[in-house]
């Protein structure tokens, strides 16, 4: 039987390959323009990282990590997500001691999870994050938000909601934990089975199931906003102003909770339709304890990541399709045995100008060879006939006019590069 990808899992064909460059050339340019350099950490780590960073409560941990012995007998897990892995090396290479705020960014990290995959959801997926370490104002959450948007903002997307929220901190939020809790009580048996789990190990969780018997429940829940402590209350309304001083609209969602253990004070989402409902194009907020339960230390932090699977989708939906450039420019085309090797030198000089250029490999015909060219949609093809080929010259027939020239084969590489 013919063997298929794993389930959940998407290869990106080199037709794609463009769509991907293209974002990923206008986050490195957003990126470095807010002064944030690259990371590259590995695609697995100690799976105590993940437990402690991530939360031994959360779904990710608890049910959705790709975790095995290795031959050393070692707990190894595959990144659920890119946070982690950059405060582990922060951490590691004592980045803290450089100047301050140190920013960097990863892109197209690959993600796992164990997920039920389905649309939107895969097993494996690719992100692209920032953070920010050492700036305890809202200023920094402002330019993480404020980034992402403008990245896509220049991939043409309109019309995307922006939803902020504030969860506190250690201090505030165990008063919300248990009014939450209170008012969750009487109805625990109705809620749905996960969120009963939920209600002892993570309770804020059940805030954002999606199930609609939960939703009518935590619909008339008490408000976290109202439960934030002087430092969280002043953050939030800081970061407001912030982002309404660059004309952002965002709406207040006190049901954004998130799905991982570490964030403070701030969270936030950008959401797109799908056919079951919003899904998160982007999700980040702030993880002030992060660096120090890492073993660094007392460091603040802020984020987010974004899934390009997901860009791709809402491209997608809101029709944005730029054209793949051409591949190749010039095809040299030559007539029989005694062509080949003057196509292909020729061939290779053209490269090494700089320019796109093929020839055939396949000792295709004159006619089959041009067949080709067309399909490539190459703007000028170079023929060497036999006549050409006893007189050392090159014809040149340009694509898009049909007009056709001489040169001497010596001059080609040079014409070539200039009716180009
Ligand atoms: P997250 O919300 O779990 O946050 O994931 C971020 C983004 O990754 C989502 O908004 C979505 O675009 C994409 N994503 C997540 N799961 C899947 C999936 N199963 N299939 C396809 N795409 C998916 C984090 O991972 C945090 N580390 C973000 C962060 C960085 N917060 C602070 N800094």
């Given at each position: 039987?013919?063997?298929?990808?794993p389930?959940?899992?998407?290869d990106?064909?080199?037709k794609?390959?463009?769509?991907w460059q293209?974002?990923e050339?206008?986050?490195?340019?957003e990126a470095?323009l807010?002064?944030?350099?690259?990371?590259?950490?590995?695609?697995?780590?100690?799976?105590?990282?993940f437990?402690?960073?991530?939360?031994?409560?959360?779904?990710?941990?608890?049910?959705?990590?790709?975790t095995?012995?290795d031959?050393?007998?070692?707990s190894i897990?595959?990144?659920?997500?890119?946070t982690?892995?950059a405060v582990?090396a922060l951490v590691?290479?004592?980045?803290y001691?450089?100047?301050l705020?140190?920013?960097?960014?990863?892109?197209?990290n690959?993600?796992?999870?164990?997920?039920?995959?389905?649309?939107?959801?895969?097993?494996e997926?690719?992100?692209?994050?920032m953070?920010c370490?050492?700036?305890?104002?809202?200023?920094?959450?402002?330019?993480?938000?404020?980034?992402?948007?403008k990245?896509?903002?220049?991939?043409?997307?309109?019309?995307?909601?922006?939803?902020?929220?504030?969860?506190?901190?250690?201090?505030?939020r165990?008063n919300?934990?248990?009014a939450?809790k209170?008012?969750?009580?009487?109805n625990?048996?109705?809620?749905?089975?996960?969120c009963?789990?939920?209600?002892?190990?993570?309770?804020?969780?059940?805030?954002?199931?999606k199930?609609?018997?939960?939703q009518?429940?935590?619909?008339?829940?008490?408000?976290i906003?109202?439960?934030?402590?002087?430092d969280?209350?002043?953050?939030?309304?800081?970061?407001?102003?912030l982002?309404?001083?660059?004309g952002?609209k965002?709406?207040i969602?006190?049901?954004?909770?998130?799905?991982?253990?570490?964030?403070?004070?701030?969270?936030?989402?950008i959401?797109?339709?799908?056919p079951?409902?919003?899904?998160?194009?982007?999700?980040?907020g702030?993880?002030?304890g992060?660096?120090?339960?890492?073993?660094?230390?007392?460091l603040?932090?802020?984020?987010?990541?974004?899934g390009?699977?997901?860009i791709?989708?809402?491209?997608q939906?809101q029709?944005?399709a730029?054209?793949e450039?051409?591949?190749?420019?010039?095809?040299?085309?030559?007539?029989?045995?005694?062509?080949?090797?003057?196509?292909?030198?020729l061939c290779?000089?053209?490269?090494?100008a700089g320019?796109?250029?093929d020839?055939?490999?396949?000792?295709?015909?004159l006619?089959?060879?041009?067949?080709?060219?067309d399909?490539?949609?190459?703007?000028l093809?170079?023929?060497?006939?036999?006549d050409?080929l006893?007189?050392g010259?090159l014809?040149?027939?340009?694509m898009?006019?049909g007009?056709?020239?001489?040169?001497?084969l010596?001059?080609?590489?040079?014409?070539i590069?200039?009716l180009?």
């Open positions: 039987m013919e063997i298929q990808s389930k959940g899992t998407r990106m064909l080199p794609e390959s463009h769509l293209w974002i050339q206008i986050m490195r340019e470095a807010a002064g944030y350099r690259e990371i590259r950490t590995p695609v697995f780590e100690y799976t105590e990282l437990e402690r960073g991530v939360g031994d409560t959360t779904d990710i941990v608890q049910k959705e990590m790709y095995f012995l031959k050393g007998e070692r897990t595959l990144k659920p997500e890119g982690a892995g582990r590691e290479h004592k980045l001691a450089e100047p705020p140190v920013k960097m960014y990863y892109l197209n690959p993600i796992f999870r164990y997920e039920n995959p389905q649309h939107g959801r895969l097993r997926h690719h992100q692209f994050g953070e370490f050492g700036v305890k104002g809202p200023t920094a959450d402002a330019e993480v938000i404020l980034t992402v948007l990245i896509l903002g220049r991939l043409g997307m309109k019309d995307l909601a922006v939803k902020i929220n504030s969860i506190g901190c250690p201090v505030c165990p919300y934990q248990k939450l209170e008012y969750l009580f009487d625990l048996p109705n809620l749905c089975p996960q009963q789990e939920r209600f002892n190990r993570n309770p804020l969780r059940i805030l954002d199931c199930e609609k018997k939960c009518l429940i935590t619909r008339d829940a008490p408000n906003l109202q439960f934030l402590c002087e969280c209350d002043s953050h939030f309304e800081r970061l407001k102003v982002l309404n001083e660059r952002l965002v709406s969602d006190p049901q954004i909770v998130r799905g991982l253990d570490y964030y403070t004070k701030t969270v936030f989402e959401v797109m339709n799908s079951r409902g919003e899904l998160a194009l982007c999700g980040g702030r993880y002030d992060l660096v120090k339960k890492i073993g660094g230390p007392e603040p932090g802020v984020g987010f990541g974004i390009t699977e997901r791709l989708l809402e491209l939906n029709g944005i730029p054209e450039q051409r591949v190749t420019d010039v095809f040299i085309a030559s007539l029989g045995e005694e062509g080949r090797l003057p196509a292909f030198d290779m000089d053209l490269r090494n320019l796109r250029a020839w055939d490999h396949l000792d295709r015909s006619k089959a060879q041009f067949r080709y060219a399909k490539l949609g190459v703007k093809i170079g023929i060497m006939g036999g050409e006893q007189k010259a014809r040149i027939k340009n898009l006019d007009q056709e020239k001489e040169v001497s010596k001059d080609a590489v040079q014409e590069k200039t180009l």
